[in-house]
């Protein structure tokens, strides 16, 4: 008999979450049933939306988040024992599927070939995130070449990526992230054009002179009142991508500064998204980021933890923004 | 020679606009040379936007704003004596013109005929204010049949004007206003589904009776808490269309509930406008206009202030919501 163990939501979070408010339960397995496959996790995603996303689960649920698993026994005939697989199980060791994902969620998708890169891209680059900044920035912002360019949350998993994209697509990108030490990464290997430190600077001042011609396109990923300022340095018909708003997710009561000034005066066009909305062209986003990672202009990097037991310290540790590029936990 | 009277503005408006930030000059008109003609106010238009544009105008220049005017003499072949037009002249009595209008600014319109309309329309409902009801909402918030939309500043000229064209394309609408009185006007002379009192009621509880099934679409004169409230309780892939921020013109360090939030989670369109944008379409949405008044589908209302010198305290009641309908300063 396989013994998963799982993270159930235990308790609403109230504000940053605490440890307790999840709980670590085991569960016996039953066997396999033909057309199904048992998933063993290999790498476990913590990713912002799960912050947000919770406050919708019921209590006692299984949380949420996607893996890469790798089939360890199969009564299904395309989910082969030996290949990973990504799928929405959620924070659990061990997940039984039958291949069909939840309405409305990210499709279980056996990993395609990656060669010598390592399978936690499936959650990372080349997955959920890595769709998120492709889609999410290219769809939206629909960047043209000598366009001004900005991210918020710009050293996170989606942030670093968006503004490579940009870079690939001949913009300038100035990076808003939280430490030096991230900046530095952005600046001197991902290449951005101009990096600002949020807690040490003043981003107005600073983004005044990193874009002394306004800016055209707008990743945001954070929200509130830094998201206020960038909006009103925006030139006419600029294009806001909204993909988060992590400044707020501990504590949705956040008032900022009028997003309709800007966006009147400046006609601009602001959208919110979720990578969803993509998933008939999910291939599409995953080969062309593993296409530009093999031509070397798309670098990634992942703060991993290794243990399923500190799961939820690399969760609060993403939300405190103590990792650069893709957190993920290796089991 | 012809003596014109013109307000000019005299100092910087700090909070609600005062009688003495505008300064009453007199001006003697050199003679007309040729390609000129002389075009003397008739009606003149107080609006929302010359609140916040006010800012950006240089000091002791003619106060912005468009008026109907009626020529008195001519040395241009296509603008003859008789004829009125509709340009933006700035509040001023008397305007001598070549019938260019500044670059990016409102045409300067030879009035059609309007039969037994008013002249006066030619600054409300088939001008500028009926332009920006037209395109402003039909071409942001792309409203189907069966949809359902909320309208703030409703009882004002755009915004009666939004709620009408909802109701001619097959929405159920919800206007919301300061006032029973012009709530009444909205929903027994208009045929609003539902209207909402924000000074009197709780726009959240309200809205939540009104839209149990949630809001399709917002067009949104006012910014700030109330169109929070409302980004709230929008639909999946719902349209904002931002029109103004009336709420905060005269204070702009005004704070509001984010609004990622909702454009995350809903991914909500939100984008925001100049009229002017359509200027090559500027007749399709006057004749249209014009149509729908002949057809009894359009209604409008109009606040009338008489006397050129009441322009301040049209515009200081306009900006406090006490006009329905347009408000409009007759010569």
Redesign the interface.
Known sequence: MVKAKAFILHKRFVGEPKASDLKLVEEDLPPLKDGEFLAEAVYLSVDPYMR?YADRLPLGNTFIGIQVALITESKHPKYQVGKHVVGSFGWRTHTISNGVSVAGDVPILILPDLGELPVSLGVGILGMPGNTAYFGFLEICKPKAGETVVVTGAAGAVGSHVGQIAKIKGCKVIGIAGSDEKNKWLKEELNFDHVINYKTQDVEAELKKAAPDGVDCYF?N???EI?TIILNQMNLFGRVS????I??YNN???????????????????????VL?WTDRWMEGILQNLAWIKQGKLKYRETITVGFDKMFNAFVDMLRGVNQGKAVVKI
């Open positions: 947000a945001d954070v929200g509130g998201s909204v993909c988060g708003a400044s707020g949705r009561n956040i008032k900022a500064g009028v997003v309709q000034f800007p966006l009147v005066f400046r006609q601009l066009k602001m959208e919110g998204f979720m909305r």
